[in-house]
């Protein structure tokens, strides 16, 4: 594995931290991803029938395994279809294409026009 690849995940910070969540990756068995994921990853947050690219950067830790659960800020590709709809608690899934690869649930909100009303 090359060097390159983890110090780009080390020094990965989002410029806006939307929310924060707590995701647990699912297993390769379960039909999760068959290798790490870097801090930096950009799945899909998928809830309610929608979708929307989300970048996520990783609390306390530069990768982790299929099977694992992190912690990790996240900003949203396009913030404004979130707009009065998230909540804390709110459970969501990270998918890869048609396949989900995680599941997740909001612990914070830090963009305060997001949340649901």
């Not at 989002?14 to 799945?43: C, D, M, N, P």
């Not at 899934?93 to 396949?99: C, H, L, M, V, Y």
Request: glycine fraction near 10%; include cysteine; hydrophobic fraction near 40%.
């Amino acid at each position: 594995m090359s060097d390159f690849w983890f110090n780009q995940a080390k020094n990965f910070s989002l410029k806006e931290k939307e929310i924060e969540a707590e995701i647990q990756f699912l297993t390769t068995e379960e039909g999760g991803r068959s290798s790490f994921i870097y801090s930096g990853y950009r799945g899909t947050f998928h809830y309610d029938g929608q979708y929307n690219s989300a970048a996520q950067e990783f609390i306390g830790q530069v990768k982790c395994y299929p099977g694992n659960i992190v912690n990790a800020y996240m900003a949203f590709a396009a913030p404004e279809a979130q707009i009065g709809r998230l909540y804390e608690g709110l459970i969501f899934d990270i998918t890869e294409g048609a396949r989900i690869v995680a599941h997740g649930t909001i612990l914070k909100i830090f963009r305060k026009d997001l949340v649901k009303t």
